[in-house]
């Protein structure tokens, strides 16, 4: 009879030994890798919580990777910052301690110097961090600003920053009288009771160009001097049957196209010939009158060919450079008999004969500027804001204003001269000012402030009438030197600036940093701190002078004087370390989001490791602990499996 052996594998024993194998083998791979198991069904119930966990980390890891980059752009963009200002500084201190002596190029040693420092310039604001230019707003691909060379003398058939002073100078009169006229003096009566008069006047209402009539005082004994006034102003000289007596003197203050001012002192004299700054007393009022004509022809000659040369040419370099502009009114007048031009007091409403717009405003008519509301009725004047509102009945021109330039946030306010309003604003892309066709009185109300229909500033259609600016650069139109406004460029001028610009520079680039936390670091070159430098620098540049010519030196002086002042931080405006202070901020946000991040990482590992990771030690120890009991267990078997029947039986039995 056969006796079948019971398989070793089906057996308890065998089971239990193969366990045993198996939890040796899986204990050896978790020796090897370091993990409990290399399928996330092994890993447990807590897997779930580093799975997400991972997620984190990988989130965290990504941020980590964002901060460095971000880092990395704003280290770079604070070195060209300290750089500007380092060329800056260098240039401002040219200008103000530097000989003003004009050599064989027709320029001071400071303004050669400027040449040098504009190429770095150009080249700074054009710096790369990675992949992306710093200077360029949210056109990270694009160069910030156009190459020197092109920026002073243009591109093909774009002018560049020489033409366009050089067109300015035309326009501002600066080898005449600055575009004031003067009158021949004009004897009137009949001896002894005659009376010569003669008058300096402005040449056009409302004008952006030349010298502009300020205020006049006089001293004069026998002479009546009066004005500024009428349209365009005038200043008016009479001298009756009276001379002067020596040591009277007349002084004529005047405001520069680039917001400077100057004056003309003239003082009689009895000294023969007259000294300079003085007119000669003659043997008649009349002679005198002629002699005082003569000597402001000759001293406001002076003026235009050299505080007016350097003014121009600033003010050009804001017409090239700044992003503000201006929209000029027509000349209009009040209902005063006869007719007066308007002027800041005038009210803007009222009944002839008074001081008061030809069509005023009205109780419930509005004006929107730059999408606010200006109110007019009979509530309390309020021109500050939030809400803006103007009682018509009390309100003046010189109250519209004033709320205007709240909305606009012009640093340069809104004027009238002549009859003829001037509306500045810092952004001339996004300026507006309109009158609704449902509001016809405040459509003519406009219209009577000098934006009406023949307005080149002025658009009049079926849905009101608006009001905007040229955009810049400003260009003078042609024949330059009658020109009395400033009109669009953009075709015909080099973009100095070739990035993407935004109200808020820094929100050009932004990162995020962490769950919800974004940083903004972007940055402009035409921001006003970047911008006032390159374009200080850049006039400082631009300008020649004749090595020959009897005024240059003080043309170069207050042309110096002038770039010194403007490249001198001014309360109010913005400088460079406003935008570090920006990027300061910046990175005080990532420093803190890296801490956080520091610390949430170490509890993120933590968990992950606990979940996913193994002691060597323990699994070591638990492999010795299993190899002791297979080695028992295989002895075991061993012993078992040499075992049999025969064994057992009795021989011979």
């Known amino acids: ?22 939890q040796l083998t899986n204990l ?74 004009i050599n064989s190029t027709g320029q001071t040693i400071g303004q050669q110097n400027a040449l040098t420092e504009l190429s770095s310039m150009v080249g700074i604001l054009n710096t790369q961090a990675g992949d992306r230019f710093l200077f360029s707003g949210s056109a990270i691909n694009t160069p910030a600003v156009a190459d020197a060379n092109s920026i002073l003398n243009g591109s093909g058939t774009q002018a560049g920053l020489k033409q366009v002073i050089a067109e300015r ?71 009756g049957s009276t001379n002067p007596n020596p040591g009277d003197a007349v002084t004529l203050n005047f405001n520069l196209p680039d917001g400077t001012t100057s004056s003309v002192t003239l003082t009689a004299s009895s000294t023969t ?57 027509s000349v209009a007048n009040n209902q005063q008999t006869p007719a007066a031009p308007i002027t800041s007091a005038t009210a803007l409403s009222g009944t002839a004969p008074s001081d008061s717009l030809t069509a005023g405003f009205q109780n ?25 509102n103007i009682n018509p009945a009390s309100g003046t021109v010189g109250n519209l204003l004033s709320a205007i330039d709240s909305i606009t946030g012009t640093t340069t306010p809104s004027s009238i001269d002549g009859g003829a309003v001037t509306l500045n604003t810092p952004n001339a892309a996004g300026f507006s000012i309109t009158a609704s066709s449902s509001d016809p009185t405040a459509q003519a109300a406009l219209a009577a402030l000098g934006f009406g229909t023949g307005n080149a500033n002025t658009t009049t259609n079926a849905s009101g009438t608006t009001i905007s600016a040229p955009q810049p650069p400003l260009r003078v139109p042609s024949p330059a030197a009658t ?72 043309q170069a002086a207050a042309l110096s004087s002038r770039i010194a002042t403007n490249l001198t931080s001014q309360p109010g405006q913005q400088t460079i370390a406003d935008i570090q202070t920006d990027f300061a901020a910046a990175q005080t946000q990532m420093q803190a989001a890296t801490a956080r991040q520091t610390q949430t990482q170490t509890q993120l590992q933590n968990l992950v490791d606990s979940t996913e990771t193994i002691s060597t030690d ?36």
């Open 364 to 388: 419930g008519d509005s004006i929107t500027v730059d999408g606010t509301p200006i109110t007019f009725s009979n509530n309390p004047t309020s021109l500050t804001g939030p809400s803006y």
């Open 273 to 329: 010939p007259a000294p300079a700054n003085t007119f000669a007393i003659g043997a008649t009022p009349a002679a005198t009158a002629a002699n005082l004509n003569a000597a402001l022809n000759t001293a406001i000659g002076t003026e235009a060919n050299t505080d007016l040369v350097a003014a121009s040419a600033v003010a050009a370099g804001n017409d090239f450079f700044d992003p503000s502009s201006s929209a000029g009114g």
């Open 28 to 101: 050896s791979t978790q020796l090897a890798t370091g993990e409990k198991s290399t399928t996330y069904s092994g890993m447990g119930s807590g897997e779930g919580f580093a799975i997400a966990a991972r997620q984190q980390l990988s989130n965290i890891s990504a941020f980590t990777t964002t901060i460095t980059n971000v880092n990395t752009s704003i280290d770079a963009a604070n070195t060209a910052l300290q750089s500007l200002s380092a060329i800056s500084t260098t240039v401002q201190s040219d200008a103000a301690s530097t000989p003003q002596d």
């Open 169 to 239: 100078a035309v326009a501002d009169g600066t080898t005449g009288l600055g575009r004031l006229t003067i009158s021949t003096p004009t004897t009137t009566g009949t001896a002894p009771a005659t009376t010569t008069s003669f008058s300096v006047a402005e040449d056009a209402a409302g004008s952006p160009f030349g010298l502009k009539l300020s205020s006049v005082t006089s001293s004069l004994t026998g002479a009546t001097v009066t004005g500024p006034s009428g349209s365009p102003a005038a200043v008016s000289f009479s001298f």
């Open 483 to 554: 020109a009395t406004t400033l009109v669009n460029g953009s075709a015909d001028t080099v973009a100095w600036y070739t990035g993407n610009s935004s109200a808020n520079p820094r929100s050009s680039s932004n990162a995020q940093i962490d769950a919800g936390i974004t940083v903004n670091y972007g940055a402009q070159a035409n921001e006003q701190a970047i911008r006032q430098q390159l374009q200080g620098v850049a006039v400082f540049a631009a300008v020649t002078f004749s090595p020959t010519a009897t005024n240059s030196s003080a």
């Open 618 to 653: 323990q699994v070591a120890s638990e492999i010795l602990q299993l190899q002791t009991t297979l080695s028992a267990s295989y002895q075991t078997t061993s012993i078992l499996a040499g075992l049999s029947l025969t064994k057992f039986l009795v021989p011979g039995g």
């Open 1 to 22: 009879m056969a006796i079948n052996s019971i398989g070793f594998n089906n057996s308890l024993f065998g089971q239990a030994v193969l366990n045993l194998n198996s």
